[in-house]
């Protein structure tokens, strides 16, 4: 399989975190530290080479994204001060936006739920987001019976929702969204080699020639 280098990914992603992929040299500090890269098809390493080469399929794509939990240990440890973290939580930005959201992650789609839900009525309503979770996936169902009724018995949960301030919500929502949209456009700007210097690898910092250093 052959691949195109391409430093589009990587200045999108300096564009919507602020983070320079280019700064990782791959010391794997992020991946031997990280608690689910072994349930993954790749590590956080692997995903820091993928953005920087341009890999969208191996970066993107991945399954990896979508089960990191943002615990921060790779951030934690990384020498280099990379947000790698950051990074994750931008690759997923980068696969809602372009319609890249992989169908066997749930986890994905709950992310979304909690986002509506919080919009809807100004505070999580548990029930529902598992009731709207559990059409997708019927079978779970049985699996979460026992702890759904003692998490209600013990007043854990409600079966009705109690709203939270809608208003204000719905404040902060809209704000995020119009933050999104303009991050979207100066991603894509970038992307296509319309933000300054985003058209090479160098856009996102990586060093022109040896005695260059990162910024």
């Not at 975190?17 to 990280?34: D, E, I, R």
């Not at 986002?115 to 079978?139: C, Q, T």
């Amino acid at each position: 399989m052959s691949l195109t280098l391409s430093g589009a990914l990587a200045a999108r992603i300096r564009s919507g975190s602020g983070v320079n992929p280019y700064l990782c040299y791959q010391c794997k500090k992020c991946s031997t530290g990280c608690p689910v890269a072994q349930f993954a098809d790749v590590h956080p390493a692997q995903i820091m080479r993928a953005v920087q080469l341009g890999d969208d399929a191996r970066s993107v794509d991945s399954r990896f994204i979508w089960l990191c939990t943002g615990c921060q240990t790779c951030s934690t440890r990384c020498p280099q001060g990379i947000d790698v973290a950051a990074v994750m939580d931008e690759l997923r930005m980068i696969a809602r936006q372009d319609g890249r959201v992989r169908r066997d992650m749930p986890f994905a789609r709950i992310l979304d739920l909690n986002y509506r839900s919080f919009k809807r009525w100004g505070r999580l309503y548990e029930v529902e987001l598992v009731l709207r979770d559990l059409i997708k996936r019927p079978r779970a169902a049985l699996s979460l019976r026992r702890i759904g009724t003692r998490m209600m018995t013990r007043g854990k949960i409600g079966f009705l929702p109690r709203s939270g301030d809608r208003k204000q919500m719905k404040r902060m929502t809209s704000a995020t969204e119009l933050l999104d949209a303009r991050s979207r456009e100066a991603a894509k700007a970038a992307a296509e080699g319309k933000a300054p210097g985003a058209t090479g690898a160098s856009a996102a910092g990586e060093p022109t020639d040896r005695g260059d250093k990162p910024r």
